[in-house]
């Protein structure tokens, strides 16, 4: 599989999916005008990488300093899909990544988690 890469925007964040390491990013800030056409893409990425996806171990580092409520609810598909792939076997880690001090980074990082059973969601201070 190609490296999808988008570059951030003011108003969206770094993407980097690389199925060569199985190292993945999501950085910056995420409020796009149309969040649901902008993690399309993401998603279809994700879908089709998870599908080949063998015994490999599987990180997403989620470094977000600002994200709106859209934007979050494309996030939980995305923990969704990764927590149906552990249920399935599969090892994956997401980092979910704050800046010291940042609490409601923090908050939303431990809402996240609680969410899921099988998936390791790991808080990780900046």
Not at 78 to 97: A, H, L, Q, T, Y
Request: hydrophobic share 35%; with cysteine; charged share 25%.
């Amino acid at each position: 599989m190609e490296i999808l890469q988008i570059k951030p925007t003011k108003s969206s964040p770094k993407i980097i999916l690389n199925s060569n390491s199985n190292i993945h990013e999501i950085s910056g800030e995420s409020y796009p005008e149309n969040s649901l056409e902008f993690y399309k893409p993401i998603i279809k990425w994700l879908e089709e990488y998870l599908s080949i996806l063998e015994d490999d171990e599987v990180i997403l580092n989620v470094e977000l300093y600002y994200f709106n409520s859209s934007s979050s609810k494309v996030l939980m598909d995305i923990f969704d899909m990764f927590e149906e792939s552990c249920n399935n076997g599969k090892k994956i880690i997401v980092n979910w990544i704050y800046e010291t001090g940042n609490d409601a980074s923090l908050e939303y990082g431990e809402e996240f988690a609680e969410d899921f059973e099988n998936l390791t969601f790991n808080l990780v201070e900046k």
